[in-house]
């Protein structure tokens, strides 16, 4: 099914075949009080709002069938695929490793490390573990994309200006066509959130284009 969708800086046309949707570390480390983003000094209620639309956004996907894959930036328990500069930086309260509230901050298998209830992804859904910010660095995903044969990516999750753009900008210099769902995206910062968004969408699409979640489920009408 082709499909267009009314967009920023014009229509993103797109191929649900070929398209997947792509949901960038909503663990709750991130987005739950308690977690890392809150020892690093955040509000996580900024990052909550983008929940319902998101719920939304990923009922319809398995609806229609999309690939959906989601993301989990997180260490192995022995930390060896985290720089010193990672661990060390900004000296949180708790760093990476440390034993918090939802066990141990950001590592794999943990409790707050895992995604939230609310968008638990299925058992047929991919989920890539990432120790970057970027979802495709030292990941699989660039090999699972292209084995099934996806050229386009509606990107969601957080933080819109760090895990979100990032992973917009590895993806475009590999050649994917991306959305970002402008209310399926949030950051920590307001500031951050509006100059994030509109950086995807500048000078003729960048690094690809910006709708917000109902012009997305719209198109799939
Ligand atoms: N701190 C912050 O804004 N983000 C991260 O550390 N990781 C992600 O964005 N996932």
Redesign the pocket.
């Known amino acids: 099914m082709n499909a267009s969708v009314e967009a920023e800086p014009y229509a993103y046309r797109f191929d649900l075949a070929t398209t997947a949707l792509l949901i960038?570390?909503m663990?709750r480390d991130?987005v739950e009080p308690g977690g890392?983003?809150e020892t690093?000094g955040?509000d996580v209620a900024m990052l909550r709002r983008v929940i319902p639309p998101l719920r939304e956004v990923l009922d319809a996907a398995r609806t229609h069938g999309m690939t959906v894959i989601h993301t989990r930036?997180g260490h192995l328990p022995d930390l060896s695929d985290c720089p010193p500069a990672k661990l060390n930086r900004g000296e949180p309260s708790l760093r990476i490793g440390d034993p918090g509230p939802k066990g141990r901050i950001l590592i794999r298998g943990e409790y707050g490390h895992d995604i939230i209830d609310e968008l638990k992804p299925l058992p047929d859904e991919t989920v890539i573990d990432k120790p970057g910010?970027g979802s495709f660095y030292a990941t699989g995903l660039q090999d699972l994309l292209t084995a099934k044969g996806i050229t386009s990516l509606v990107v969601t999750?957080?933080?819109t200006?760090?895990?979100?753009h990032?992973t917009v900008r590895e993806a475009n210099d590999r050649g994917y066509e991306c959305l970002v769902l402008s209310d399926c995206v949030g950051?920590?910062f307001a500031e951050f959130q509006d100059a994030g968004l509109a950086m995807f969408s500048a000078q003729g699409g960048i690094f690809g284009w910006t709708a917000p979640a109902k012009q997305f489920l719209e198109a799939l009408r």
């Open positions: 960038i570390d663990q991130f890392f983003g690093l955040n930036e910010k999750g957080v933080t200006e760090v895990c979100v990032t950051s920590y």
